[in-house]
């Protein structure tokens, strides 16, 4: 059982030195040297795009140049291409304490959510109720009204599960058919009650879906433990992916014989090979697979999740509650607002500060060789992954943020001119 | 204009002399050069995998160590990636007679699919029936029936796309919404009568989609001749893009303001970065994406389209038909029937051969390093990529398939051993 740490279980440390040997005691310290991490920089934006390990180039090239190159059709068999989606899958299901067979990987976050969606409402006849949250990620209210748009009679009504009294008002209701929430919210890093939004989902006749997006690879998830019905993810944030690489969808077991999702691709047939005329769904959660999935893309996630097999989350969480902690603190003593949770319990691995002037203080961070996003209207986000962020990196962040806010260096205007696209920085 | 010539240009040749003189002045054999071919292999598998350019590893790898690694986040903007879809939609679409901004790259067929049937059919309301072909790709009739699972009253019918009367008896019926139908047959290499087709659709009040899976890289294709209202494909097979790399989407430019699509993710917003709670589609095809891509994989498709964007469609066309019909006469003599059609105007840029031992040939055969692919229950199928493959190597492949079949070699046990999967050749 993966444990959840009421609070850091280091004090916050003060000084350049105490995080210098905070650093030398890291259980998590070698793991720096696994990624590829650009000079000068401090990289808070791991939230967004996970940094590169450096055994993935090399997976990648074996994939494009002996796999595909010299291999050609034969490895659909030879490498195991047809299986990726399930092999990929059960090495991800400890990172979000599933079992094996209850997570394929294969396509993207919005189709998964559609998908599992869906199969969702399908479970549940009687209602039409979608509950989601107002502050999600825009792709989960928007494909939540796409579905809406698509099958007869459903609704999508919104409550904030950072207040447990509107969840249960709404639930209350008595005619929800499916929550869908996010475990981590993408702009505050609130953390939200995974156990107790379910058992209540449940309690009151609902489904639960969680987006695990912020989520998975920054806190232990116990999907299994807390009931969950279905669950999707990107990989490519806290997990290393590779920018836009393959998401993933959890299906609990009990709901493997009845799910039925509608993108009924033949990768999610039963007997693909036969190439019959009519759609039989696979067992599992091999019938939540829709089509061929980009390999060369999987084989970075490959690699990925070799060097996560061999990370404890345990670790991870308490690490990151100490850097979290840090930089909140510093950032505040230089008298900037925290949108995240205080509390350990009821915060993901990011920190969200407010200033009116956020993007021209997160433009001139920037320039400093400090790495974190902005979110409109006034949200500077700052994520830490603890596999390559030391202790000694968050204090010099912090204390770059604290100078860039003090100095007024961000007032020059060029830091206030905005570039043609925020970047997909969720 | 694309031509489709009636007939191949030049007599098939019947020696092996005669086809080193077709190489000596083909037009097209410089392109033998930039690509990977291993050695002691003809591989006449490149319509359900491509082959490797060779300026693929770079591209891909370029992606990875520079743009991910050194780049990070920055590379949303710097490196282009937010525009991807478009931007390779752009050099894709010369390839199928498209305006630049009617091709978006994104996602699998399976989901793209989805995405454009639910989309004629919104603009179709007062219709519910989707025309499709009893011998169509599995993917494309389980999608269908997923459709119509969902949507209500949605009724899928087939007629054979092959025989005119077929599909203008039923849509003469008068109620169909959308007719789905495949460019180029997977199993026999049919190529149908698209702007037949299509004009006949319209006539009856009825929108086209075609999935060019099989066509595309391989004939001239005039979506906007033709009037095609969507179109799908895949970018893995004639064009070199990739194992399972990413899929496109064409929308004709008259359905830019009125076309919705359901999986309505973020990336298909009009105002992405505003992180409004209400979805407004994007303009034009791009509200046909859903949510991020995986990168690693479009590289590669990036290489293969520069690659591509030097080639004459109507030179790959002239060469295939010589190249099929070199094969067809050469595998007839050796008394093997072709399903495929004989009529330069009714074939794509395959040759589908019957023999009820046709798995034990096809691996025979593969043991002799000549790559071809079986479907059951008694299809041999060989595709034809003209950019890779001589005159002389389809001389050496069907005198090898003639070897196979006259010696009996294929009667050894072994060929008759099932692997576990056919392997997803399509």
New interface residues.
Partial sequence: MPSRPRTSSVPTPTTREACAELDAADPLAAFRDEF?L?EG?I?L?GN??G??PKA??GR??DL??R????G??????DAG??DKPRTLGAALAPLVGAAPHEVVVG?????N??KTL?AALRLNPGRRVVLGE?GN???D???T???A????GVEHRLADPDDPERIAAALAAGDVAVVLLSHVDYRTGALRDMAGITAAAHAHGALAVWDLCHSVGAVPIDLTGCQVDFAVG?T?KYLNG??????FTYVAERHHADA?Q????????AR????????VPAAGASRFL???????????LEASLEMWSRVDLRQVRAKSLVLTDLFRSMAEAAGLAALTPRAAERRGSQVALRHPDGYAIVRALIERGV?G?F??PDVLRFGFAPLYLRHVDVFDAATALAEVVESGEWRQPRFAER???????T
Same sequence: chains 1, 2.
């Fill in positions: 590829v650009p920089v990289y934006d967004s795009l940094a590169l993935t180039p990648v090239a494009v140049e796999e595909w190159g010299q050609l059709i034969r490895s659909w068999n291409w047809w396509d993207g976050t919005s189709a959510l559609f869906v107002p990620f825009p792709t209210l928007y494909v009204q796409g579905v748009g698509l099958v007869d990107c490519y590779g920018p836009g690489g393959p998401a039925r509608p993108i009924t691709g033949w990768h999610g047939h693909p090979f036969d190439f019959t005329g009519e759609y829709s089509g061929s999935q980009p390999l060369v893309a999987a084989a970075a790495i996003d979110r409109a570039a043609t696209a925020s970047g997909p920085v």
